[in-house]
C-alpha cells in the first residue's frame, strides 16, 4: 500500500505569503496520478489539482501543483483569506487505490 | 444544482447496522463512478468504497470489508451504503464522492457535506 506522507502538519503564514505544502509517497506514483483538495470546517472537501498539475474548474491561478514518482508539492502563490483551510493529497494509480495524506493545516500567523 | 447530499447517520449500538443514502442532482449519475469516504472526528479522509458507474463492480477498504455493501440506483440518482456489525471505530462523517471517471479508482470532483454516523452504547 502506498501510504502519502504530508509536512509540515502545520503551517503558520500571513496573507499575501507564498505557501509551499508537500506531499511524499512511500512508492512511486504512477503516472503522477495524485490530487489535492481543500477543507473548510463544516464543510466538504473541494478538488484543487489533479493529474499533479492541472487545475480542477474553478480553481484560481494562485494554486500549483507540481512534482513526479514520490515527490509532490501544492503551492498557493499569494495567500487569500478565504486559502486557510486543511489540504489533503491523494493518490488514485496505485493499488490499494484512493489512499490520502493526513493533512496540513494551513492557518494565519 | 449539481450536488450530492448524504442522509441516514444516527446513533447506533456496537454490533448494529445502518443503512446511508446519497441523492445526486444536476449531473447524469451514471457516467461516474462513487465512492464513500469518511472522517472520524477530527481526523483525515479515508477511502471506503467504490462502485463503478453501472455497479458491476465494487471494492472496499480492509477496515470494512465484510461488513459494508456499497449499491446504487441509476433509475433514483443514489448511491447507499449498508453497514452491518457496525464498531466504535466506525464513528465518522460519511462522504458520498463522485469519481471523475466511470472507474472509482480515481480523483473525487464532487462531493457531499457528509451524514454523522456515531456508534456508541
Known amino acids: 500500500e502506498i501510504v502519502l506522507t504530508q509536512s509540515p502538519d502545520i503551517l503558520s503564514l500571513s496573507p499575501g505569503e507564498r505557501a509551499t505544502l508537500s506531499c511524499r509517497a512511500s512508492?512511486?506514483?504512477?503516472?503522477?496520478?495524485l490530487a489535492w483538495y481543500q477543507q473548510k470546517p463544516g464543510q466538504a472537501p473541494r478538488l484543487l489539482i489533479y493529474?499533479?498539475?492541472s487545475r480542477a474548474t474553478g480553481i484560481p491561478d494562485r494554486f500549483s501543483g507540481s512534482g513526479s514518482g514520490t515527490d509532490f508539492t501544492l503551492t498557493i502563490s499569494r495567500l487569500e483569506p478565504e486559502d486557510f483551510a486543511v489540504y489533503y493529497c491523494?493518490?488514485?494509480?496505485?493499488?490499494?487505490?484512493?489512499?490520502f495524506g493526513q493533512g496540513t493545516k494551513l492557518e494565519i500567523k | 444544482e449539481v450536488q450530492l447530499v448524504e442522509s441516514g447517520g444516527s446513533v447506533v449500538r456496537p454490533g448494529g447496522s445502518l443503512r446511508l443514502s446519497c441523492a445526486a442532482s444536476?449531473?447524469?449519475?451514471?457516467?461516474?463512478?462513487m465512492s464513500w469516504v469518511r472522517q472520524a472526528p477530527g481526523k483525515g479522509l479515508e477511502w471506503v468504497s467504490g462502485i463503478n458507474w453501472n455497479g458491476g463492480n465494487t471494492d472496499y477498504a480492509d477496515s470494512v470489508k465484510g461488513r459494508f455493501t456499497i449499491s446504487r440506483d441509476n433509475a433514483k440518482n443514489s448511491l447507499y451504503l449498508q453497514m452491518n456489525s457496525l464498531r466504535a471505530e466506525d464513528t465518522a462523517l460519511y462522504h458520498c464522492a463522485r469519481a471523475a471517471s466511470s472507474d472509482f479508482y480515481w480523483y473525487f470532483d464532487l462531493w457531499g457535506r457528509g451524514t454523522l454516523v456515531t456508534v456508541s452504547s
Open positions: 493529474g499533479a498539475s
Open positions: 512508492q512511486s506514483v504512477s503516472s503522477s496520478y
Open positions: 444536476g449531473f447524469t449519475f451514471d457516467d461516474n463512478a
Open positions: 491523494q493518490q488514485y494509480g496505485s493499488s490499494p487505490p484512493n489512499t
